[in-house]
């Protein structure tokens, strides 16, 4: 009887060491796992910070371009606004091209930059203001006699 307690004494304590050598690599089993999965996780957490700041650049980035498409739109109207002025001024002038009875003379300006300086006294504007004169002579006077 002495045999068969020792016998299953040692079975027992075999089966006790063979089920703690068992909880022992199960144990290093899940640590290992666990650690994994602690990576994981702060990985994660590093992607979504990521994530979030890729986002608000995102937004950033799309609130400048609604500022620089709001800008574009007030310059396009600035730039039409001034092309229908200019547009509007041309005609205008050519209207009182049309109806100016000055010489051509009085339109260009009286020196040319470019050019030396004339040495004759008698030149043709003379003869231009003569005729200017002669046209508008008598209109002058009638406004601005004293």
Request: glycine share 2%; hydrophobic share 35%; net charge neutral.
């Amino acid at each position: 009887m002495l045999k068969s307690w020792r016998r299953s004494e040692r079975d027992g304590l075999r089966r006790r060491v063979s089920g703690l050598t068992w909880l022992r690599r199960e144990n290093k089993s899940l640590r290992l796992q666990l650690r994994d999965t602690a990576e994981v996780v702060q990985t994660a957490g590093e992607l979504l910070v990521r994530l979030r700041e890729a986002e608000e650049a995102a937004s950033f980035a799309e609130s400048n371009l609604s500022d620089v498409q709001q800008e574009h739109e007030r310059l396009r109207k600035q730039m039409e606004k001034q092309k229908n002025k200019h547009k509007m001024e041309m005609v205008t002038m050519k209207q009182y091209m049309a109806e100016n009875k000055l010489p051509e003379s009085a339109l260009r300006p009286a020196l040319q930059y470019d050019e030396p300086l004339p040495t004759n006294t008698v030149t043709a504007q003379d003869d231009d203001d003569d005729a200017w004169k002669a046209e508008f002579g008598a209109i002058y006077q009638e406004h601005h006699h004293y």
